[in-house]
């Protein structure tokens, strides 16, 4: 019997290890980290990658959804590393702890809209 690798393979990452991940700039700053995301029911696609950014140690933060295509895993950085800086990001579409979205058609038309994104789903 084989051990089925249920924390990370070559290609494949579980969900556990994406969470608390780092996220950084194009110049190496780091944004704030994957708090979790959000994946498509019926398709399985991953939509957003929910970004916990600003308070001190993760109290009063908010939370930033972003594009999951905007996301790339870099290994140098250990972490994802996103082509935005602070001052888009501070003025992006969020949610405190106590308010989630609805995460519906029109939330996800003005989050990757604010990125220049069209919101394919």
Known sequence: MTDIA??????LIASNKVEGTNVYNREGE???SIYNFMVDKRSGKA???VLQFGGLFGLGSDYYPLPWDMLTYETEH???VVNLDKALLEKAPRYGAD???A???TYGQSV???Y???YPF
């Open 6 to 11: 249920t924390e990370e393979t070559n290609r």
């Open 30 to 32: 780091k944004l704030g």
């Open 47 to 49: 939509e957003y990658a």
């Open 78 to 80: 250990g972490g994802y």
């Open 99 to 101: 308010a989630e979205p």
């Open 103 to 105: 995460f519906d058609r």
């Open 112 to 114: 990757y809209g604010h």
């Open 116 to 118: 220049g994104m069209n």
